[in-house]
């Protein structure tokens, strides 16, 4: 007499605790992941020494294609001392950190500090660590 097994294997996978799992790693990498703004315009800073934290600061970008940029907002070159002393009167300890890109020529940085030190600024450029 031939006896049958009993304990037959069964093929089906239960995807209820994946589900659980999938949806506990999707929440941890929501609140662990960083928020950060999207910058106005992208750019290569040259190679510095050291890093220095500053508390107010305005900054002016300067990208490859010469378009400038003062906390977002878009100007020309003609425009950065107006949109620049307007900055200043609100934050009048603020130091102004100019990121300009490092295919800039040197003489249109040096015109942004040369504006900056005449409006009563601090000027600082920004380096890459």
């Given amino acids: 007499m031939k006896l049958q097994r009993r304990n037959k294997i069964n093929a089906e996978f239960s995807m209820s605790s994946m589900t659980d799992i999938i949806f506990l790693l999707l929440i941890f990498f929501i609140i662990t992941a960083r928020f950060t703004p999207e910058p106005i315009y992208k750019v290569a800073l040259p190679k510095g020494a050291k890093t220095t934290s500053l508390q107010k600061k305005i900054v002016i970008v300067v990208n490859a294609n010469d378009e400038y940029a003062i906390d977002d907002k878009r100007t020309n070159f003609d425009g950065v001392p107006a949109i620049l002393d307007a900055e200043l009167q609100k934050n009048p300890e603020a130091t102004v950190s100019i990121h300009a890109d490092k295919s800039v020529i040197y003489e249109k940085v040096m015109e942004l ?9 601090k000027p600082v450029l920004a380096l890459q660590p």
């Fill in 113 to 121: 500090v040369y504006i900056v030190d005449e409006l009563g600024g």
